[in-house]
């Protein structure tokens, strides 16, 4: 689709040119969203990919997704064997239910920043602890905790011309056990509710709960919980308001599946 207000698009992007970001401004990702609905407010376009960042890359500490990688070429990485956890990239990728032309389009970074609670990128990210690193409109870099970078229906801890640079995968939680639980209130629907479990080898537990709530919720503990122990810590973190209402699923409908998936998890990791 045209978007018929735009007049500019920046390819050959430099510091320089970020400088210059003012109202009217947006960065392009794949474009998957951008270019599906009228922008009436924007005008010109920096479209991320002349960055040439590379997509994936490994480091001792980290897998370092580029925010601009491509879902596709997200779900083509192999994780190393020992990384128990990382068939949860796969699993995830599988979660943005759109046609081969959406995945070698859309990036990992405008899955986050376009934050919709069934945003996948932002379950897979919050689940593993990871950090956003975040180019600020005015220089340098900031650094957030990926849990809290999504703050609620398509909104985002962004700064206006803040642009999010990549994300870090920590490889310790990439080798913890994980469990995932995602549920659709139709076969091919968009997520209702995604949850992630993850248990590390000193018996520490978490529970990220996405799509279902408006923004992710992640619950830390020092050992695994029981039941009611897991129940009172999720009744306690999310208020019924927090729950998310559209047409991919009624409040009270997504609460009693997060309920039930979050003791699925919490059985299949520790019960
Ligand atoms: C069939 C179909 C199914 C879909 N299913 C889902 C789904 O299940 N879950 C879901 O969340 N979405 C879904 N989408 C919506 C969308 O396609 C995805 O969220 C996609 O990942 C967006 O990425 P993009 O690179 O195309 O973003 P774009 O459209 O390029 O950008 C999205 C927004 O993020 C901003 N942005 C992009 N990159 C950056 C950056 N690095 N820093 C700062 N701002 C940035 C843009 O300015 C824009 O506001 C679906 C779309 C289609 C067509």
Request: negative net charge; aromatic residues 6%; glycine residues 8%.
């Amino acid at each position: 689709m045209d978007i018929n207000t735009i007049t500019e698009i920046v390819t050959g992007l430099d510091e320089a040119s970020l400088a210059g970001w003012r109202e009217g401004d947006a960065f392009l990702g794949g474009g998957t969203w951008l270019y599906s609905e009228p922008q009436p407010s924007l005008r010109r376009l920096f479209d991320l990919d002349a960055f040439g960042w590379t997509p994936l890359e490994l480091t001792p500490d980290a897998l370092v997704v580029a925010a601009t990688c491509k879902i596709q070429e997200l779900y083509d990485f192999v994780p190393p064997a020992d990384w128990r956890s990382g068939g949860l990239i796969r699993q995830c990728c599988d979660a943005l239910l759109g046609s081969f032309k959406i995945w070698n389009m859309a990036s990992v970074g405008g899955n986050m920043c376009l934050a919709l609670p069934a945003g996948p990128m932002t379950s897979l990210a919050a689940a593993l602890d990871a950090t956003c690193v975040i180019r600020m409109r005015e220089g340098g870099e900031r650094r957030m905790a990926a849990a809290e970078f999504v703050t609620g229906d398509r909104r985002n801890a962004l700064a206006p011309g803040d642009l999010l640079r990549a994300i870090e995968l920590p490889v310790a939680d990439l080798r913890a056990r994980s469990a995932f639980r995602q549920a659709s209130l139709t076969a091919r629907g968009r997520s209702a509710a995604l949850l992630i479990g993850l248990l590390d080898d000193a018996g520490r537990f978490a529970l990220t709960v996405t799509a279902s709530t408006k923004r992710p919720v992640r619950l830390a503990f020092d050992a695994a919980p029981d039941a009611a122990g897991l129940k009172d810590r999720i009744d306690a973190a999310i208020p019924d308001a927090l729950y998310h209402d559209d047409i991919h699923g009624r409040p009270d409908w997504r609460k009693m599946l997060t309920c039930r998936l979050a003791e699925e998890i919490r059985t299949e990791l520790a019960g």
